[in-house]
């Protein structure tokens, strides 16, 4: 019969270790064959399966009071304990509980899987797990209250030291100070620690909520829960840990970097389980490296402007000398690569631009310098490259040049832009250029070549008068090279008294008596022998020499003519060149007369001999210095008249006394009528003006003839007498002394 009971027993799925519940109970019942067994038979199975079963069983009364229990309850709670209160056997918080659930049972209901803690007559705890269901009599009322129960003190031990370790757990987690979180397969919060939520109350609310909820609470957009669940899917997808970063702004406005880690965990079965998510706080690192962005952003417009300051020139923003080289470098490589268009260079000094500045000052001088490059630029195309080279010299690289008369149009377009006068605070200024054009060669071996060229181009437009362009030729690199040593030895000679100075005699014409000497400067150089003026002066000229070279000659011959002199005759006339560029230095009217009061030499006897161009200038300042002069006593001669742009008309507005006709003209005079008709206007409107006019290169006597008829006052020339050194003056001046005794003592 047991063996029956325990068969449908587990046909059912009932084990002996769960109570059955009612439900069961009547399955079971009706499972069994109950028509053919007797009734008794059948009570004698009831009475057997709970007798038998493992776990606890027993019925109280109304009062509460153990009616009776199975092998099970009396082995735990003692043969004794029928007929005790349930209240006994339990503590006193549980029998309260259990107190009010009996209550139900007694009013028809049926309790399952209530939790009930018991304890035994020696005090140790059994946890049970009951049901509770109603007994009834024979007359079908409830008489009683069944519990059957099962053990499971062992589970609730395990459940208790579970939830023990798991509480030593959560106090580590909330202890880590980065925040941490974990989910559930649905990505609700299972755990959360005040890392990731300082407030306790949101922390535990928000536990099997999920993100969506969570950021609505928060008030964080809800697009960083969604990309959290897009990030949650991703690493269930991947079976793996994934990262990434995400920022949200708090409430006090302060934004929060967080560099986020979702690490999902799977079961033995390969199920998701959870899902871990931990987190750090970037912000520091996040500001740290935008402030490093932004500094580096700094040093790099530094480093810009750096770069362009130091390839451009500060005053016209045009490239500078370093980056023009660069692109003519890179003109020549591709020059001597291809066989393609070349390109051509052309330097540009500016005339007379030191004037503007000494006059206007620099402010202006600079505008002049600002204004001018953009007139350079209007004349050029995109690729070509106009850069400034330092004062007033500017070098444009022409680039690509299909055809070389292209360059030479440029520079003369230059030349036309800069004849439109510019207007520089409140001024109009005449501006010209000298400009040097070299074509490119792919025999160039560097951009200096190139420029050097250009350069020495540009020094031969200047020489020619400037305001012009000179085309480089092979020739000008020789003369050029030359130029250098000669200017070296030149300034040595100045020092070191290699100049020698020739005298050559003033006659007056009618009475065939001379009147003085012109002083001419002759280089007696240590190597090439006595050198004539031709060979140095525009060097000294150009490079500002011929100041110190004048100076000296003026000492020199003004010394020698009072050495000469005997004592009562008439002091003799000096004729000196000077160079027009004393005349735009502000000491020249001091110093030559500082020279004559030292000297002890009589202003009158002197006479300065300066060319057209120094009046063509139109200065006032010139004209002022020329007047002083004058005051002083010191003639002013106008020398090689006629070769100049000179009209007479001008010579009315300078303090000029004295005219010397070009040699030129007295040369072509016997030849041709239309040069002998000139010399004649030339005298004839001299004379009005009250001019003196001395014939120069007078070498045949027809030419002394003809200017005689004229009316020339004083010649000068080979015919008369070649210049004399030093040394021969004084036998000269004898011979006339004695060819016209007593003359020198007349005045002129
Ligand atoms: P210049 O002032 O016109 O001087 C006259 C030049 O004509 C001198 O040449 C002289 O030797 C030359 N000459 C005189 N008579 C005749 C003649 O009958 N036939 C020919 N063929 N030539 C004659 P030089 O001495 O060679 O001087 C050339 C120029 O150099 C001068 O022309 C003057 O402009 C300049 N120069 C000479 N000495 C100085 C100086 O100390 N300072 C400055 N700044 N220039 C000077
Ligand atoms: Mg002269
Ligand atoms: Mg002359």
Redesign the pocket.
């Known amino acids: 019969m047991l063996t029956e009971v325990q068969r449908q027993l587990d046909r059912l799925g009932l084990s002996a270790d769960s109570p059955p519940s009612v439900e069961e109970w009547r399955a079971f019942l009706a499972a069994l064959d109950t028509s053919s067994p007797p009734t008794e038979t059948l009570a004698s199975w009831h009475h057997q399966a709970v007798e038998n079963s493992p776990g606890p069983l027993f019925v109280m009364n109304r009062e509460g009071r153990v009616r009776g229990g199975n092998l099970a309850f009396l082995t735990l709670f003692g043969r004794g304990s029928p007929g005790r209160h349930y209240e006994s056997l339990c503590p006193p918080a549980e029998a309260a509980r259990l107190t009010e659930l009996i209550t139900r049972v007694f009013e028809g209901e049926v309790l399952e899987g209530i939790s009930v803690e018991f304890h035994l007559p020696d005090g140790t705890p059994r946890f049970m797990l009951a049901h509770l269901y109603p007994s009834r009599g024979g007359d079908g009322r409830i008489d009683g209250c069944i519990l059957a129960c099962t053990d499971v003190t062992e589970r609730h031990r395990k459940a208790e030291a579970l939830e023990e370790r798991y509480r030593s757990y959560e106090t580590i987690l909330n202890a880590v100070p980065a925040p941490l979180a974990v989910f559930d397969r649905q990505q609700r919060y299972l755990f959360c620690n005040p890392s990731a939520i300082a407030n306790d109350e949101i922390r535990a609310w928000v536990i099997g909520r999920d993100d969506f909820e969570y950021c609505a609470h928060r008030g964080f957009s809800p697009t960083l829960a969604q990309k959290r669940r897009e990030q949650f899917e991703a690493a269930v997808r991947q079976r793996g840990p994934i990262f990434w970063e995400e920022h949200f702004t708090l409430p006090d406005g302060s934004v929060r970097h967080m560099l986020r880690c979702l690490n999902p965990v799977f079961s033995a079965g390969g199920e998701l389980d959870l899902a871990i998510g931990y987190g750090l706080d970037i912000t520091d690192r996040k500001q740290a490296l935008e402030e490093l962005a932004g500094l580096n952003r700094e040093l790099e417009t530094v480093n810009r402007r750096l770069r362009h300051d130091a390839l451009h020139d500060a005053l016209t923003g045009l490239p500078n000398r370093t980056l023009l080289r660069d692109r003519l470098e890179q003109a020549l490589t591709r020059v001597r690569e291809t066989t393609g268009p070349s390109f051509a260079v052309l330097f540009l000094d500016t005339d007379r631009f030191k004037m503007i500045n000494d006059s206007l000052g620099h402010p202006a001088g600079d505008a002049l310098l600002v204004a001018l490059a953009g007139r350079l630029q209007a004349e050029l195309r995109p690729t070509d490259t106009v850069s400034r080279l330092g004062g007033d010299e500017f070098t444009l690289l022409l680039e690509p040049l299909e055809e070389a008369s292209y360059a030479r149009e440029v520079a003369e377009r230059i030349g036309a832009a800069l004849r439109q006068p510019f207007v520089v605070q409140g001024h109009e200024l005449l501006v010209s250029a000298s400009i040097g054009l070299v074509l490119g060669d792919p025999g160039y071996e560097s951009a200096t070549a190139v420029l050097r060229d250009a350069d020495i181009a540009m020094y031969r437009a200047k020489a020619r008068g400037g305001a012009g362009y000179q085309e480089f030729t092979p020739e000008m690199r020789e003369r050029a090279v030359g130029r250098i040593s000669l200017e070296r030895d030149l300034r040595r000679a100045v020092r070191q008294r290699e100049l020698r ?2 005298y ?1 005699p003033i006659v007056a014409l009618n009475s065939r008596r001379m009147v003085g000497f ?4 002759r280089w007696q150089h240590p190597v090439q022998g006595l050198l ?3 060979a140095f ?1 525009e060097l000294a000229e150009e490079t500002g020499l ?1 100041l110190d ?2 100076r000296w ?1 003026l000492r020199e011959a003004c010394a020698q003519m009072l050495a000469w002199r005997r004592p009562g005759e008439v002091p003799l006339g000096l004729c ?4 027009g560029r004393h005349f735009a230095a502000p000491d020249v009217y001091s110093s030559l007369a500082q020279v004559l009061d030292e000297l002890g030499f009589e202003p009158r006897a002197l006479k300065l ?1 300066l ?1 057209e161009g120094v009046l063509l200038q139109h200065s006032q300042t010139i004209g002022e210095t020329l007047a002083r002069i004058r005051e002083l006593g010191v003639g002013l001669s106008i ?2 008249f006629g070769t100049g742009y000179s009209s007479l008309g001008y010579l009315q507005s300078y303090p000029v006394d004295t005219l ?1 006709i070009d ?1 030129s003209f007295i040369n072509r005079m016997l030849g041709s009528e239309e040069s002998a008709e000139l010399v004649r206007t030339i005298i004839t409107m001299a004379k009005n003006l009250r001019l003196r006019v001395v014939a ?4 045949f006597p027809a030419q002394l003839e003809r200017l005689r008829a004229l009316g020339c006052d004083y010649v ?4 008369l007498s070649r ?1 004399l050194s030093a040394a021969d003056v004084p036998a000269y001046l004898n011979r006339e002394r004695a060819a016209r005794p007593g003359e020198l003592l007349q005045p002129g």
């Open positions: 100075v020739l050559q012109e002083a001419l400067v004539p003026p031709s002066i011929i070279l004048d000659v000196v060149n000077f160079s001999e060319t020398d090689d010397k040699r120069e290169g007078i070498e000068q020339g080979y015919l210049p």
